[in-house]
């Protein structure tokens, strides 16, 4: 039974296209499947997480990320009465502007736009959905509903949202603007976001080597469930199990987060109450861990950041990773006809001096942002003659 706060199919601010409505599915339920059959999610699946995809064939990549999102994410919603199909179509869609080599490739990217705007994912993950993908005949994007598109652009800066808004009045821009929330189901996929790279960090990072148990021991959230299925499950403690305690630590940690989001959301929502979705996104965040487990997800996620992500051997892959991206940034912006046809066509419209299209480096940081790690290695390679991985 959907609670007074979800979002409703039936009740959608709708698409900036119009189309007539689908026999038997929702609105939302329309996105998703867009969403999955788009070429940006199947790009997902070889884009770094936080290990390069060539580092193993275990570690999470965007797409297995994104699956776990929606999983957390649906599983929370359905707890809460929100809408399941758009937290689906939000989590999914989530990272499909993350460039390649994760995070410094969104850095890199950035730096290199810094004279033309910048580069930010979350952006960059509307701008795909509302423009990139080239599936309809008679739009651009997916044209998706104006509630899976507010979820997408979960951060923007206040230019970037002027701009938005000048675009399209009371738009996806608009509340940061105003200063008012998305919807609930948008406010749950941050979080889910936040539980499952916390966990899945965890596991990859000790998979690779660069995180030690031991190292664990001193984040509260982690220690806590670890030492619980010991006391549980004492064949844990053998070498061989290892790896099962980990999956069993992990497993309950995520849990014990997913319950205290369900308990101290339903617990705000119970003294707020907000009657519509519209009322809630005029309230302060609802979606929230409790007092305690923000404290715990904090250690934790201070650990994984000076252990994992600055990890001198993480640092020197993603030193290669910036140069690629920079280096690929600059030999495109010289020789547009080195992109692929249609990137080469906005390109020469662009210096057309067209002011309806968009400028050179926009077209070159939409087509790298766009990459595989692997496309976007060899590209590099072909252009530069430099093989930075072996
Ligand atoms: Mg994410």
């Known amino acids: 039974m959907p609670a007074a706060y979800a979002s409703d199919p039936a009740q959608t601010r709708g698409r900036r296209h119009l189309e007539a409505a689908a026999p038997t599915r929702t609105e939302y339920q329309r996105d998703r499947d867009r969403i999955v059959h788009s070429t940006a999610f199947r790009r997902l699946v070889y884009k770094t997480q936080v290990f390069l995809n060539h580092e193993g064939d275990l570690f999470r990549t965007r797409l297995t990320h ?21 937290v689906e179509a939000i989590a999914l869609a ?26 930010e994912h979350n ?50 821009g608009h509340r940061f603007l105003e200063g008012t929330q998305p919807s609930l189901e948008a406010q749950l996929c941050n979080l889910a976001d936040e539980i499952a790279y916390n966990a899945h960090d965890i596991d990859d990072g000790v998979r690779s080597g660069l995180i030690r148990l031991d190292q664990l021991a001193a984040v509260p959230l982690f220690e806590e469930h670890c030492q619980q299925a010991l006391r549980e499950h004492a064949r844990l403690a053998e070498p061989l ?21 369900i308990a101290a ?29 923000q404290e715990r997800s904090l250690a934790l996620k201070k650990c994984l950041f000076q252990n994992l992500y600055r990890h001198p051997q993480v640092m020197q892959t993603m030193g290669h990773a910036r140069q690629v991206i920079i280096e690929l940034f600059q030999c495109y912006c010289a020789a ?17 001096g067209d002011a309806a299209h968009d400028s050179l480096p926009r077209v070159v940081a939409d087509y790298i942002a766009g990459m595989t790690d692997r496309y976007a290695s060899r590209e590099h390679e072909r252009l530069t003659g430099k093989r930075l991985w072996v």
């Open 265 to 293: 959301t339903a617990e705000r929502l119970a003294r707020t109450r907000p009657l519509s979705a519209d009322a809630a996104r005029r309230m302060p965040p609802q979606l929230c861990f409790s007092a305690a487990m």
């Open 336 to 352: 547009p006809h080195e992109m692929q046809a249609v990137h080469a066509a906005r390109a020469s419209a662009a210096l057309a």
């Open 241 to 261: 199990a290892r790896r099962r305690l980990l999956y069993e630590s992990i497993r309950r940690m995520l849990s014990a987060q997913v319950y205290d989001v």
């Open 66 to 86: 994104s699956l776990e999102v929606a999983q957390l994410g649906r599983s929370i919603a359905r707890a809460l009465g929100l809408n399941e199909d758009l």
């Open 94 to 119: 989530h990272d499909l502007g993350h460039t390649p080599y994760g995070h410094v490739g969104q850095d890199a990217l950035n730096e290199c736009m810094q004279a033309h705007g910048g580069f």
């Open 123 to 172: 952006l960059q993950s509307l701008r795909v959905v509302d423009r990139l993908e080239e599936r309809y005949p008679a739009f651009d994007g997916l044209n998706l509903t104006f509630e899976t598109r507010e979820g997408i652009l979960k951060r923007c800066s206040l230019t970037n949202a002027r701009l938005l808004e000048a675009q399209e009045p009371g738009g996806v």
